[in-house]
Structure formats: structure tokens, C-alpha cells
């Protein structure tokens, strides 16, 4: 079975500053790993994938994230955040036997102060 | 463009009183998951689609029941919604066979029991 830690609940920032959110998963097969963001009372936007290939995966809105199968984690990072960041992060596991059936992390709420 | 459209977007229902949710998809995807999302928590995988197969996750109440009339739409069925079943209800499709590739979602319906 598959699972997924998201290490910090909440993150504040300030605006232009670098932020990183981090993820962990556990698994006894091969995964895939996505990043998505929710806004309030919205749904899931999918901000990055990663399938197979490159480690180091970049998605929309100027977040990258670094797969790095050795520490099973899945860190999503950006070098200087604006207000408009501000949202849920939700990390995600798909197993590669499966299609799409997602397992998430708890979320981690990004707030960005000005 | 298209889209994963769910409807209605909030919902009011009364302690006991069945209530259908629906979703629909341009998407011409395959597989249609339902999510049920607590305030402040990770959506949980309730049921899928495969094709016409229906899949329960094991955990998914009795209360909760699927209808796939096409590949088109997909409706949530709570037959006697409680107090623990207020909740966001996501709907997400993907294009199954060929392994993983990614997922859509819709904007979710907000639902309330009163």
C-alpha cells in the first residue's frame, strides 16, 4: 500500500521569498508523483507530474519539484512566491500498475504575506 | 475547451433526504473517480469507473452509491446523507490503459446537511 507525508501543515512567507514544501511517500512498487493546488472552494489543479525520465520536474506557475527516489521524496519548490500563490498544496501518488487512482497527503497551506 | 463540469456547485440537503450529485466530462476519458473531501483533509477515493465497471473503494459507505448511464456523466448518490457527509465532493476523470498519465477534476460540489 502506498502513502504519502506532507512534513508541515501550514507554511507562511513573504512575498519573493523562496519556499519549499515537502513531501514523502512510501511504497513497495514503482510510483508516479504529482503536485496539485486548490483554492478556496475550488478544485484540484494539477501543477506537475512526475512519470519516468528527468528528475527534476517543472510545472506551471514557475514551481519545480525533485524526485529523488534513494530518500522517497517529492519536494515542490519556487524561487520567490507572490500573494497569488496562496492556497492548498496537496501531493500525490498514483502507482504505476494503476492508472490515476491518487492517494494524497494531508495538504500543506501555503500563505504568502505581503 | 474541455473540461470535468459538476453540478450543482453547492448543495443544501436535509438530514435523511437522498440527493444526487452530478458530473459531466468533454473529456471523452474513460475513467471517472469521485472524491469525497472533509473540511481541512485530503480528498479520499470513494468509487471509480472503468469503462462501465464499477469500482468501491473498501472503506466507502453503503450510503454511497454511483450511476455511469454513459461515458459522459456520473452521478454520487448519497441515499440518506448525515451530518458526517457534509463535505466538498470532487469528480476527476483520466484516459485509462497505458499506464498513468494524469487526472482532471472539476470544480466540486459543495455539499451541507442541514
Known amino acids: 500500500a502506498q502513502s504519502v507525508t506532507q512534513l508541515d501543515s501550514q507554511v507562511p512567507v513573504f512575498e519573493e521569498a523562496p519556499v519549499e514544501l515537502r513531501c514523502n511517500y512510501s511504497?513497495?512498487?514503482?510510483?508516479?508523483l504529482f503536485w496539485y493546488v486548490q483554492y478556496p472552494n475550488q478544485g484540484l489543479q494539477l501543477l506537475l507530474k512526475?512519470?519516468?525520465?528527468?528528475?527534476l520536474v517543472k510545472g506551471i506557475n514557475g514551481f519545480e519539484a525533485e524526485f529523488n527516489k534513494s530518500q522517497t521524496s517529492f519536494h515542490l519548490r519556487k524561487p520567490s512566491v507572490h500573494i497569488s500563490d496562496t492556497a492548498e498544496y496537496f501531493c500525490a501518488v498514483a502507482h504505476s500498475g494503476g492508472y490515476n487512482k491518487l492517494i494524497f497527503g494531508a495538504g500543506t497551506r501555503l500563505a504568502v504575506h505581503p | 475547451d474541455a473540461m470535468v463540469i459538476q453540478n450543482p456547485r453547492y448543495q443544501v440537503t436535509q438530514f435523511g433526504k437522498p440527493v444526487t450529485l452530478s458530473c459531466s466530462q468533454t473529456?471523452?476519458?474513460?475513467?471517472m473517480y469521485w472524491y469525497q473531501q472533509k473540511s481541512s483533509q485530503a480528498p479520499k477515493l470513494l468509487f471509480h469507473y472503468y469503462d462501465k465497471d464499477f469500482n468501491n473503494e473498501a472503506d466507502t459507505p453503503d450510503n454511497f452509491q454511483s450511476r455511469r448511464p454513459n461515458t459522459s456523466f456520473c452521478f454520487l448518490d448519497i441515499r440518506s446523507p448525515g451530518l458526517g457527509d457534509a463535505a466538498m465532493y470532487l469528480c476527476?476523470?483520466?484516459?485509462?490503459?497505458?499506464?498513468?498519465?494524469?487526472?482532471?477534476f472539476g470544480q466540486g460540489t459543495r455539499l451541507t446537511v442541514v
Open positions: 473529456l471523452n476519458h474513460n475513467v
Open positions: 511504497s513497495s512498487v514503482s510510483v508516479y
Open positions: 476527476a476523470t483520466s484516459r485509462g490503459g497505458g499506464g498513468v498519465t494524469e487526472a482532471f
Open positions: 512526475y512519470l519516468s525520465g528527468s528528475t
